[in-house]
């Protein structure tokens, strides 16, 4: 059975860190399962699957789509989806449209928004329908133009005041869980310590209740340069194109098959 919400947040209860990967095909879907806690359709498929510089071009058919694949192969995770770009920024009727279309089309448990304090009614609306929201907070992806690119967030005293206090109203608001994303590990930590929900981090240290990384990054099948967070445990990128090359040369020199 999969993980639920609730089974998320008693691991912080517990003091256990949460493990959390992303996923947009079965098969990647099918090794991560058993090991994570967590798995997400990030809308960073725009990125890794779709090969664009941004996350915005992603649409809510994508998502859909990558989530009901990953869907069929997780079996005790829990499963969460991202919302795309302008799926529930218009409006909170747009959002509840939207996240409930996600959610019955995938079967995930929970979606994932990038918030403002322009979301806490959406996060308040959708809660009470009984979607479960993952708040992301921090460096936000869909917010690329706004900043001028991928830049980490909360480097002085009003942006971490602004995280802060957003992800305490995110708390009140009915988020279930908390991404933090690209800010100091101080803020992360301060954050952590005065929620009663989970934080998952990715890009903010090592004191958040769980820890996430998009798993093409730490196999190292994506293209360098990657953040600077990002740890690669393989270098599939090279193993694939030795194994090719391999198969090249037996195809060439008539050894295969
Ligand atoms: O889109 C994504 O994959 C994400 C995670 C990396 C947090 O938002």
Same mark, same amino acid.
């Given at each position: ?44 498929? @725009? ?5 664009? #510089?941004?996350?915005?071009?992603? +649409?809510i !058919?994508?998502? =859909?789509?990558?989530? &009901? %694949? ?13 919302m795309?770009?302008?799926s529930y ?5 747009d959002a509840l449209r939207n996240a409930g279309r996600i ?8 979606v ?41 967030? @909360? ?5 971490? #005041?602004?995280?802060?206090?957003? +992800?305490? !109203?995110?708390? =009140?608001?009915?988020? &279930? %869980? ?80």
């Amino acid at each position: 059975m999969r993980k639920t919400i609730t089974d998320l947040q008693s691991m912080k209860q517990k003091k256990e860190l949460i493990v959390a990967l992303t996923s947009y095909d079965f098969q990647i879907a099918t090794i991560i399962d058993s090991v994570c806690d967590f798995v997400l359709v990030g809308d960073s498929l @725009g990125n890794v699957f779709q090969g664009n #510089e941004t996350t915005l071009n992603v +649409s809510i !058919e994508n998502m =859909i789509y990558h989530g &009901s %694949i990953v869907s069929r192969a997780v079996k005790e995770s829990h499963l969460c989806i991202d919302m795309p770009f302008m799926s529930y920024q218009s409006s909170t009727e747009d959002a509840l449209r939207n996240a409930g279309r996600i959610i019955k089309a995938t079967g995930a448990e929970s979606v994932k928004l990038e918030i403002s304090f322009d979301s806490l009614n959406t996060i308040n609306k959708l809660s009470n329908a009984g979607i479960p929201v993952v708040a992301h907070v921090g460096l936000c992806p869909q917010s690329f133009n706004m900043y001028g690119g991928y830049k980490k967030q @909360g480097k002085n005293k009003s942006e971490q #005041e602004y995280i802060y206090t957003l +992800s305490k !109203e995110a708390e =009140i608001n009915g988020a &279930s %869980i908390l991404v933090i994303e690209g800010v100091p590990e101080n803020l992360a930590n301060k954050i952590t310590k005065s929620l009663k929900i989970p934080t998952i981090g990715i890009g903010a240290g090592k004191k958040c209740d769980g820890q996430i990384l998009v798993t093409e990054d730490l196999l190292g099948l994506t293209p360098s340069p990657h953040p600077s967070f990002v740890k690669n445990y393989s270098n599939l990128r090279t193993t694939i194109k030795k194994s090719i090359n391999s198969y090249k040369n037996e195809v060439k020199k008539n050894k295969f098959p």
